[in-house]
Structure formats: structure tokens, C-alpha cells
């Protein structure tokens, strides 16, 4: 992002829009690599792109506010809000039998898997209810398929590497929950509207979320799905809910 504002201040291009979506210094928790990645060198990026752009598009209200607050100041020239983002709702994408629920994205330490993982046997019981879990390889994926293991849970969940978009469909029509059940308070979306919130609605499905993230509002005054402390009750009582609620 730095490339492009250095760019515009010595003249190599006319124009410059800016489009925020994260703001990733407020993870006092992580290590120092980390803590020096996102609290100075994506902070200095920022404010050069920022500062430079000629106009900012902006996806969270959130991010701006934490951006003005970190500086004292307003940053960009033209600022324009494009939240809640617009989103593009896939036709015919609904399957009549949905019983699934589906997790997309990147796994990480506080996805939240240990409260939804003892649960599984009950929702599969119930309703025939599987988790899908849709998203790119790494180490704490690894982590968390060893521990499907050694859960004996393999028969209630499907994982799938990252699918390019036909596929993705096919493999999330059949699911009537996408969750996003991040259990730490600093995070990597604490500010941000998180992407898989975009895809879980473009496949009408309702999104089942803590209260950690950029885009709560929107999900309570839309009716966009169910936003809950985190517990492994509320968590059940609100996929039955959820289940419940297509009929």
C-alpha cells in the first residue's frame, strides 16, 4: 500500500484510491515480530497510503475511527463509507434440505473450535448436521484436524481446501449457519468487517458470531443471523434456533 502513495507524491501516477479494510495494531497479545509487523509497519504503510491517496474507500467505521484515534487526526483528503459493504446475493444457491454448518476462512488459535467441537455429535444427531470447514492449510489447521482425531469426530466434519467459486457453492448450499466464533477480544477482525461474512451472506446463509468484530451492528439491526456471548449453550440453543427458524 506504501508502493502507490510514494508513487503519487513523486509523480508516477495521477490518481490513487485507497481501500481500507483492516486495522491490525491492536494485538498487544502477540509476539514481537508480530506486534512490530502490525503496530509500526502496517501502521507507517498506512499512514503513506492514507496521507497520499488522492480518495479513500472505506469498509469499516470501526478501522477509521481506530485510524483517526492512533494519529489525533483525520488522515485522508476524500473519505468514502462504503459500510455495510454491498453485497451481491448468488441466485438458485439455496438447498431445500439444509442442515450443515460451515466455517470459511483461515483457522486460528481462537476460532473458537473447542466450544463447537463437543457439540457436534448432539447437532448430528438431531439434524443430520455436519461442520464444514472451507479454507487454506496451515499449522493450526494441522492442529485441528489432529484433535477431530483423537475426538473421534471425523464422521461430523468435512474439510475442504480454499474452492474457487463454483465449487464453493456447491459445497456451502446445503448449510444454514456460518460461524464466526472468535473467543479472543484483540483480534485480527476486531475491527474489520470479516470477509467470510460476505460469502456466508452472498449464499443467504445466516451467520452465528461473538461480539468481536466490525460488522455486529449490521448483523443485529439487519436480522442477519445471531450474535452471542460465547458459550457452548448459547451456542447450541442458537444453531437450534437458527435451524429452527428456515422451516
Given at each position: 500500500?506504501?508502493v502507490?502513495?510514494?508513487a503519487?507524491?513523486i509523480?508516477l501516477?495521477?490518481?490513487f484510491?485507497?481501500c481500507?479494510g483492516?486495522?491490525?495494531a491492536?494485538?498487544?497479545?502477540?509476539?514481537?515480530?508480530?506486534?512490530l509487523a502490525n503496530?509500526?509497519?502496517f501502521v507507517?504503510?498506512?499512514y503513506?497510503?492514507?496521507t497520499?491517496?488522492?480518495l479513500?474507500?472505506?469498509?469499516s467505521?470501526r478501522?477509521?475511527k481506530a485510524r483517526?484515534i492512533?494519529?489525533?487526526?483525520?488522515?485522508s483528503k476524500?473519505?468514502?463509507?462504503r459500510?455495510p459493504?454491498?453485497?451481491?446475493?448468488f441466485?438458485?444457491?439455496?438447498?431445500?434440505n439444509r442442515n450443515?454448518i460451515?466455517f470459511?476462512?483461515q483457522?486460528?488459535e481462537d476460532?473458537?473450535?473447542?466450544?463447537i467441537?463437543?457439540l457436534?455429535?448432539?447437532?448430528n444427531?438431531?439434524?443430520?448436521?455436519?461442520?464444514k470447514?472451507i479454507?487454506p492449510?496451515s499449522?493450526e489447521?494441522?492442529?485441528?484436524?489432529?484433535?477431530i482425531?483423537k475426538?473421534?469426530l471425523e464422521?461430523f466434519v468435512?474439510?475442504?481446501?480454499f474452492?474457487p467459486?463454483d465449487?464453493l457453492?456447491e459445497?456451502m448450499?446445503?448449510?444454514?449457519?456460518?460461524?464466526?466464533?472468535i473467543?479472543?477480544?484483540?483480534?485480527?477482525?476486531?475491527?474489520?468487517?470479516?470477509?467470510?461474512?460476505i460469502?456466508y451472506l452472498?449464499?443467504?446463509?445466516?451467520?452465528?458470531?461473538?461480539?468481536?468484530?466490525g460488522?455486529?451492528?449490521v448483523?443485529?439491526?439487519?436480522?442477519?443471523?445471531?450474535?452471542i456471548e460465547?458459550?457452548?449453550?448459547?451456542?447450541?440453543?442458537?444453531i437450534?434456533?437458527?435451524?429452527q427458524?428456515?422451516?
Open positions: 500500500i506504501a502507490f502513495g510514494i503519487r507524491k509523480g501516477c495521477k490518481k484510491i485507497y481500507t483492516d486495522w491490525l491492536n494485538q498487544s497479545n502477540k509476539g514481537l515480530l508480530s506486534r503496530n509500526h509497519l507507517f504503510m498506512d503513506i497510503a492514507s497520499n491517496c488522492d479513500t474507500e472505506s469498509y467505521e478501522c477509521n483517526e492512533h494519529w489525533g487526526r483525520r488522515l476524500k473519505l468514502h463509507s459500510y459493504p454491498p453485497i451481491k446475493i441466485p438458485n444457491t439455496i438447498s431445500p450443515n460451515c470459511l476462512g483457522v486460528r476460532s473458537g473450535f473447542d466450544l467441537l463437543p457436534l455429535p448432539k447437532l444427531k438431531d439434524f443430520g448436521s455436519k461442520l470447514i479454507g492449510y499449522p489447521r494441522a492442529d485441528l484436524e489432529k484433535k482425531k475426538l473421534y464422521d468435512e474439510l475442504h481446501p474452492l467459486l465449487k457453492r459445497v448450499r446445503d448449510c444454514f449457519c456460518g460461524i464466526n466464533l473467543t479472543t477480544f484483540e483480534n485480527y477482525s476486531s475491527f474489520a468487517v470479516p470477509g467470510k461474512f460469502q452472498q449464499m443467504q446463509i445466516p451467520i452465528l458470531t461473538s461480539k468481536n468484530n460488522a455486529v451492528d448483523v443485529k439491526k439487519n436480522k442477519l443471523g445471531i450474535v460465547l458459550s457452548t449453550s448459547l451456542i447450541l440453543s442458537s437450534q434456533k437458527l435451524h427458524d428456515q422451516e
